[in-house]
């Protein structure tokens, strides 16, 4: 993957498009009462928003109206990472931001989330509902006892329910967390068991891939291992009675109640994500009411361009960070679409289907949903009236060159396309959408505000135009605030701020290019790494998987005790191909054709299929430690992968090289 600065942009907005988008007016604004420059666009802005990043956040503050109940001392105390301190003294609510459109009476009636399940059928639910379900529901909470920092957990898919459950959470100052009800009970424990919820929100099973999934025996063993509950609320999605114990949702959330928003500090925690796990117990990471709240403004309201006339789509389940962030387009005045079931059922065309249905105007998918439609040479613009798209955004992995290709061809005609970067961690972007910037192939837009993205060679020495670390080398209001259970915060810090004291190293190469946008290039801890040469696994796989042979690919580099270096790549092959010498070749040609000689693995071995964490992402390094000899137990973390059994081959393959 290399830098398009001499390419034409495949995209560049209209003059007006770039004049009615909420960045440029922000900029204006900000120009008028903060001194942000007043020209020059975007580039200045964000390197203004990163010089004066006290002025920049109170602007963004301010913009958005943020309501603070007891108003913040400075916008930024010790700004030392890990641990700056983000308006210090200020208190607020995370829910009584998200529930504000509710407040204006012409918008009251209108959908704040549209929820569309496998039969295509729409529920909307109007702003008023939602505030009145999310008021019925903190009151019964605080009436089983639940208090600021008490931990409020979900088993539940992407439905109405879990949002109002994590609203009604967050407005009584409770911690929310969830997994979807695929997760099977020890991922669900791994991740609960460290955090210790004192209420469990739980379906009684799902509908994925046109089948129900009964999960009554999953729920009893939560119940039986998490000793902390309180209380258990039974969302009846199959039609079941509550089990013996349990509340029933409907009792919970009938009742016409105004809520009561409890005002927390900025650094209060609103919710515990968690890492992938794959290697061990996943990493429970809080973040802060406020630092998701003004962080999500930023990245919803001016970078994604939501507001009142949008729809706001993204597939995604409750167990991935993507949700809590579908979630926060609430704060925008935007309505979110839900969708709960399974991105190709019936056919791979689904969201495609649901944009159509819902008039989704941002819509939001993995880099791989897009590379799975073009090789299905499917064709959704001729085929549903996409005409209300106005940015297709991806994830998940680098969206490569073809992906941004077939998008800008396939879906609707002048389409930003949005490939956007950032993780877990920060439950935000680094890098990815500016509306009012040009879009080259195979790049991200640009850093985001506020977000001193760099890339750094091993000495710490900034980088343009050549692969380095990606670094953040100011704080961001949604850093985690810590771990849970990392009570001297060496976890937190081993995580991060190893490799470069100070300084945010986030795990993935880039290269910042001459023109300002950002290439990704693949995680940084699976490093292929030849002759000394670094390279990416994301582009050997945008390569290869151009192939219509080839379903997917994983490339692994192994340093060997003779000191040789061992580079296979595995291929899971599309239904009537064959790995024979001449697909072999073809396979080593496309690598070298695209890449370089560096690049060629030496050999390619057919793999059943390539494991993934439970979010969906390729697992290159407990590969790797298989193929080192590790035992399977201590390589990998059972619960975190989609389908375990895929790993006995590495195991087999493992015991035949040594």
């Known amino acids: 993957m290399t830098s398009a600065a001499n390419d034409a942009p495949l995209w560049q907005p209209a003059p007006e498009r770039i004049a009615a988008a909420a960045v440029t007016r922000f900029q204006s604004w900000a120009a008028e009462r903060y001194g942000a420059p007043a020209g020059g666009g975007y580039p200045e802005l964000h390197r203004w928003s990163v010089d004066e990043l006290d002025t920049f956040w109170q602007a963004v503050a301010d913009w958005f109206d943020i309501r603070f109940s007891t108003p913040y001392e400075t916008v930024i105390g010790d700004r030392t990472m890990p641990g700056a301190q983000w308006f210090p003294g200020a208190t607020l609510n995370y829910a009584e931001h998200a529930l504000r459109t509710a407040e204006d009476p012409l918008r009251a009636d209108a959908p704040a989330l549209l929820h569309v399940d496998e039969t295509h059928t729409q529920v909307p639910v109007s ?17 089983l006892g639940v208090r600021p920092g008490d931990r409020v957990s979900g088993y539940l898919p992407n439905i109405p329910q879990s949002v109002v459950a994590l609203l009604a959470t967050a407005a009584v100052g409770g911690v929310w967390t969830s997994c979807a009800p695929d997760f099977g009970a020890r991922s669900v424990l791994d991740r609960f068991q460290q955090v210790e919820p004192v209420v469990l929100f739980t379906v009684d099973g799902y509908r994925y891939g046109g089948k129900e999934h009964d999960r009554s025996e999953t729920v009893a063993e939560l119940r039986r291992e998490l000793p902390t509950l309180r209380a258990v609320v039974h969302i009846p999605l199959l039609g079941t009675a509550a089990p013996e114990g349990a509340l029933e949702w409907s009792a919970l959330t009938s009742a016409d109640t105004e809520p009561v928003f409890e005002q927390v500090p900025f650094d209060h925690p609103l919710w515990v994500l968690y890492s992938s796990g794959t290697t061990g117990l996943p990493k429970a990471i809080v973040q802060s009411q406020g630092g998701i709240l003004i962080e ?37 005045g935007t309505t979110v679409v839900l969708y709960d079931g399974s991105p190709g059922y019936p056919d791979v065309s689904a969201q495609w289907r649901v944009a159509e249905q819902t008039g989704a105007t941002f819509f939001g998918t993995s880099a791989a949903y897009v590379m799975a439609c073009r090789k299905a040479d499917l064709h959704p613009g001729r085929d549903f009236d996409l005409s209300r798209i106005q940015c297709v955004a991806t994830t998940g992995s680098p969206l490569p060159p073809d992906g941004f290709r077939w998008l800008h061809d396939e879906v609707v005609d002048n389409l930003w396309i949005a490939s956007v970067s950032g993780g877990t961690d920060v439950c935000s972007c680094f890098a990815g959408a500016v509306p009012t910037l040009p879009v080259h192939i195979g790049e991200l837009q640009a850093p985001c505000l506020g977000t001193d993205l760099q890339s750094w060679d091993p000495a710490g020495k900034p980088l343009i135009g050549e692969v380095g670390e990606l670094v953040v080398t100011n704080p961001l209001p949604s850093m985690p605030v810590h771990f849970w259970n990392d009570p001297d915060g060496s976890r937190y810090r081993d995580s991060y701020f190893e490799m470069y004291p100070g300084v945010w190293r986030h795990g993935d190469w880039i290269t910042l290019t001459d023109h ?18 670094r390279m990416g696994s994301a582009d050997i796989y945008e390569a290869v998987e151009r192939l219509p042979e080839i379903r997917e690919s994983l490339v692994i580099g192994l340093e060997e005790s003779d000191g040789g270096y061992w580079m296979p790549l595995f291929v899971h092959l599309a239904d009537g191909s064959a790995l024979d010498d001449g697909l072999r070749d073809r396979i080593k040609q496309t690598i070298r054709d695209n890449l370089s000689p560096r690049h060629v693995p030496d050999e390619v071995i057919e793999v059943p299929g390539i494991p993934h964490t439970l979010t969906g992402k ?13 035992e399977l137990a201590k390589a990998v973390n059972p619960g975190s992968i989609d389908n375990l059994e895929l790993l006995h081959f590495y195991e087999d393959l493992a015991r035949k090289r040594h």
């Not at 390729?618 to 590790?630: D, N, S, W």
């Open 127 to 143: 702003w008023s509902e939602l505030r009145r379900q999310v008021g019925s529901l903190a009151a019964e909470l605080r009436a």
């Open 296 to 332: 999500h403004f930023k990245q919803l309201g001016l970078h994604c361009d939501l507001g009142p006339d949008d729809r706001f789509f993204w597939y995604t389940s409750t167990g991935w960070m993507m949700w809590n962030f579908l979630v926060s387009g609430l704060l925008t």
């Open 516 to 533: 300002g946008s950002v290439i990704i290039h693949g995680r940084s801890d699976s490093t292929l790494n030849r002759q000394g040469v």
């Open 618 to 630: 390729r697992i290159e390094v407990p590969v790797k430690r298989l193929l080192q000899g590790t």
